[in-house]
């Protein structure tokens, strides 16, 4: 067997025209995501049972099923509904675009909503008494103390699923769209040369993981900057 | 300082405290009248740290009745704040917020619980960080200094409310040796100065040279009571020489 290095300088801007794809569904996701977790998070420590009740369980559900069933539940099960037809959220779930960043917001607000969990459970527990022993409020030892040393605890795990979330944008190739992913398997299925196709599409993504990571590493060393020892 | 009028500020009566099926506190009295210093030692595990985190509910008794400052603590919020803002504490773990330099340490409470400028925080912070003598560390974060230091700000910290009572939990027990002094001359100048404290700490020359009264404490009990000549010279229980003698040896 052959490797066609001229099919991999074609191939590759080919399927740079996905990027701008692959990184709307990246960004969107991520950014609703986040929201979403901050709110099952927020419902999560409420301690009212009728607020943790839905939310661990919301949180079992997505992070016990495979992503590429709950984008097929959503992109072809939904639309059986009528209710759903005529809701407002029809012109959304309508096109597969709508309904790959719902799949990945839902799924990532379940894994990022535990990763944040982690964070505030790792924050010292005498910071906070110290805090209420200096006459805070619950409210203001949260915002003011046990959030930010949270985030900086919950940098490294929050990076990890990021990556995470970005290589699994190429599941929406699955639902029609010509993402980065979906380029590759158009360009394969037009040259049956897998080989040379998805290993050029491979470094591509692992370019991307590079770039995100770095990013979170500077994130992260500012967050810590207080750790460091001397001035 | 012996006062001619005796005032109340913190009033322990048959206090209890359960964690779970066991009993941390039993049938505690106590009455700590203003300006008044008292040390509470005993072996570790016997309740201290419960005893005076009860005083500013960081830990909720579940029998008898604590009065501080004419506050009684029940479920109540207004009650607590009223206490924690009345009331400071410093713990063994200096619990400095690490994400905050030193004089933000210093400005949260004042900012965000008595609505204080900013202008006006800092300068009531950079003030004690003078009286503890480490005015030019104000900006440094908590993490680049000594143990010392920290424990000193976090005295800082305590005061920048403007407290009428201190509580000490081990404030030296976690220092190096080296540096347990600089911590102790803070607390002997807020003694000096009229302060109520209840200090937990095993220092016994502190205690000799400060102390209003010494309460000993062992199994959740208190099991004597008295001023530092009587109590060290003369222990009237068994359990208290017991504990003075494994004190003296090291
Ligand atoms: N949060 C807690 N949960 C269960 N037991 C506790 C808790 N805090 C303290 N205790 C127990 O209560 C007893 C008294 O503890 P403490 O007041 O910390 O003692 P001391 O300060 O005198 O060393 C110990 O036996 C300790 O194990
Ligand atoms: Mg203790």
Redesign the interface.
């Given at each position: 067997m052959s490797f066609d290095f001229s099919l991999v300088i074609d191939s590759i801007p080919k399927m740079l025209m996905g990027l701008g794809l692959t990184l709307q569904l990246m960004a969107l996701s991520a950014v609703l995501g986040t929201v979403l977790a901050v709110v099952l998070l927020l419902m999560r420590i409420s301690r009212r049972w009728y607020l943790v009740w839905p939310s661990v369980t919301y949180i079992y559900i997505f992070r016990g099923t495979p992503i590429l069933v709950q984008i097929f539940i959503i992109y072809y099960g939904l639309p059986q509904f009528e209710a759903v037809r005529d809701s407002i959220f029809w012109p959304i779930l309508r096109e597969p675009f709508g309904c790959a960043v719902l799949a990945l917001s839902l799924n990532t607000g379940a894994y990022v909503s535990e990763i944040l969990r982690g964070g505030i459970l790792g924050v010292?527990k005498?910071?906070g008494?110290?805090?209420?022993?200096?006459?805070?409020?619950v409210r203001?030892r949260f915002i003011?103390?046990t959030t930010?040393?949270a985030i900086?605890l919950a940098t490294p795990a929050y990076s990890n699923d990021i990556v995470s979330l970005m290589k699994s944008t190429a599941l929406a190739s699955t639902i029609t769209l010509l993402d980065m992913m979906g380029i590759a398997r158009t360009i394969v299925a037009e040259t049956f040369a897998p080989y040379e196709v998805f290993l050029s599409l491979a470094v591509i993504y692992m370019v991307m993981t590079f770039f995100i990571q770095k990013a979170f590493g500077r994130f992260e060393r500012h967050m810590s900057r207080?750790?460091?020892?001397?001035? | 300082m012996a006062q001619d009028e005796k005032q109340p500020v913190i009033v322990l009566q048959n206090v209890d405290k359960h964690f779970g099926s066991f009993q941390a506190l039993k049938n505690i009295n106590l009455v700590v009248n203003k300006g008044e210093r008292l040390v509470v030692c005993g072996p570790s595990g016997s309740g201290k740290s419960t005893m005076i985190r009860c005083i500013?509910r960081?830990e909720e008794h579940d029998g008898g009745k604590i009065i501080v400052n004419g506050h009684e603590l029940t479920g109540n919020t207004k009650d607590i704040?009223a206490v924690?803002?009345e009331?400071?504490?410093v713990?063994q773990?200096f619990?400095?917020?690490?994400?905050?330099?030193v004089v933000k340490n210093l400005m949260?409470?004042p900012r965000?619980?008595r609505n204080t400028s900013k202008a006006e925080a800092h300068d009531i912070a950079m003030a004690l960080l003078e009286r503890v003598k480490i005015p030019e560390q104000a900006n440094?974060?908590?993490?680049?200094l000594s143990g010392g230091q920290q424990q000193r700000v976090?005295i800082a910290?305590?005061l920048c409310?403007n407290p009428e009572i201190m509580l000490f939990d081990e404030p030296t027990s976690a220092l190096d040796p080296e540096m347990i002094s600089e911590v102790l001359d803070v607390m002997v100048d807020l003694a000096k100065e009229g302060m109520t404290m209840i200090c937990v700490t095993h220092e016994m020359g502190f205690a000799r040279s400060v102390a209003d009264k010494i309460v000993f404490m062992d199994a959740g009990e208190i099991v004597e009571t008295g001023p530092p000549a009587t109590f060290f010279d003369n222990p009237k229980s068994e359990r208290t020489k017991k504990f003075l003698s494994q004190i003296i040896q090291h």
């Open positions: 010292d005498g910071l008494e110290a805090a209420a022993a200096l006459g805070l409020s203001q003011h103390i930010p040393i900086r207080y750790l460091k020892r001397e001035n | 500013n960081l704040d924690r803002r009331v400071g504490m713990f773990s619990n400095l917020f690490p994400h905050l330099t949260l409470a965000l619980v440094k974060y908590p993490v680049q976090a910290r305590a409310m």
